[in-house]
């Protein structure tokens, strides 16, 4: 899934569960990005992105060979062509923008247009004259869920996949993990500066313009401290910011997942601190694997991990939550995290999330847990 710069506005309307439906607001604010190639390119040119998904496809060949395809949210039609490649016999390749036109054409200049057939819509409205074996699809947001995208996967797969049907990718996991980082240090700064800034501009003039505008003190504080300190920071961190043991804090069987399942997630780890270091934000990111199901495994497993990496990383990178105030933090200490994270009220394809953090230090002192609410938008 794209680095989108907003998650976009209420769900897609379609014949799966009871969602919001505004699907006007979605298009406007969700689906648009996906149109523009320079967005589509974006997730092309992410080489660890198509290196798994491209080794996930042809050296599972078996799964493709004379079997139908669902390819859901096909944008340029990559993953689609490579099924068709692979030796698929019908691909359908379901995408909602007007990107399907720039698939359908390369589809025809790849030669598959025999095999790939492009269907604009969205997947929980296009109806498919027959049941699929494979659902093929990237779905994944920043931290797995930001974008609410597998719920359309889901859609699918419960209207068109075959019993002993396979998912592309099959399992999906949330990792949480304690970072040090300097990150936040400019972005306090930049909150402190903003302040001050409020600060000359309400008290200097005492009126303005004839208009005491104190009274906005407190909102303007509380919206840039969601903006600089609560919001998630996307990051490609070096693994050695990370300074304990990173914990998965969700297990996601795509074959059986439910949307209730990923409309809330919960989860309390604990994180063993490996070094003595300042930890200053938990970093979240996700990975998924390509392993078949149980009844229909795959030839050879293949992971796609948008972990700390000091290659580089992916476009996805990793989201990095700040912890107000930073922790000094040595080997042997552990770190009790309680998390959640839900659907924004005003935009379900964004998440709001809660921490609640507390240190356990090696020689038996507790401190305060300390709680914090933090936005992935
Ligand atoms: C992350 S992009 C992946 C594009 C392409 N499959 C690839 O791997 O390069 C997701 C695509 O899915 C499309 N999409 C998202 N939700 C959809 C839905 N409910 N129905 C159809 N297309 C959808 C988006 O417009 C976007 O082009």
Not at 121 to 134: A, F
Not at 259 to 286: C, H, K, N, Y
Not at 332 to 342: A, E, K, T
């Amino acid at each position: 899934m794209a680095s989108l710069p907003n998650g976009g506005g209420a769900a897609a309307s379609g014949s799966c569960g009871a969602r919001p439906v505004d699907k006007e607001v979605d298009f406007a604010n969700y689906f648009c990005t996906y149109a523009y190639l320079y967005h589509q390119k974006e997730m092309l040119c992410d080489r660890v992105r198509m290196d798994a998904y491209h080794s996930a496809v042809f050296r599972n060949a078996p799964h493709f060979q004379g079997k139908v395809v669902l390819d859901v949210g096909t944008g340029s039609g990559i993953l689609a062509i490579w099924s068709a490649q692979a030796g698929a016999r019908k691909v359908y390749a379901v995408e909602a923008t007007n990107m399907a036109e720039h698939a359908r054409e390369l589809a025809r200049a790849n030669g598959v247009t025999d095999i790939v057939e492009v269907i604009q819509g969205t997947v929980e409205d296009v109806d498919l004259p027959e049941k699929v074996d494979v659902i093929i699809s990237e779905w994944m947001g920043y931290f797995l869920l930001r974008e609410s995208m597998f719920d359309s996967v889901i859609c699918a797969r419960d209207r068109w996949l075959k019993p002993d049907g396979v998912m592309y990718p099959s399992h999906a996991r949330m990792w949480l993990a304690p970072i040090r980082t300097g990150l936040g240090d400019k972005k306090r700064e930049d909150f402190d500066i903003a302040m001050d800034d409020w600060s000359l501009f309400v008290q200097d003039t005492q009126t303005y313009y004839g208009v005491n505008m104190n009274a906005l003190t407190k909102a303007y504080r509380a919206e840039h401290e969601k903006y600089y300190l609560k919001s998630s920071i996307w990051n490609n961190l070096h693994p050695n910011q990370v300074i304990g043991q990173p914990a998965a804090i969700k297990e996601i069987d795509c074959l059986t997942a439910t949307v209730d399942e990923i409309r809330e997630v919960r989860a309390q780890v604990t994180l063993p601190i490996r070094m003595e270091a300042r930890l200053s934000a938990l970093a979240g990111w996700f990975d998924v694997h390509f392993r078949g199901s149980a009844q229909n495994p795959g030839v050879e497993e293949v992971e796609l991990t948008t972990a700390p990496d000091e290659h580089g990383g992916t476009h996805w990178g990793q989201q990095v939550f700040l912890l107000t105030p930073p922790l000094s933090v040595t080997k042997g200490d552990n770190v009790n995290v309680s998390f959640s994270m839900v659907r924004s009220k005003e935009n379900h394809r964004l998440m709001d999330m809660e921490f609640t953090y507390e240190l356990h230090e090696l020689s038996g002192r507790k401190h305060p847990a300390v709680k914090t609410k933090m936005y992935l938008e």
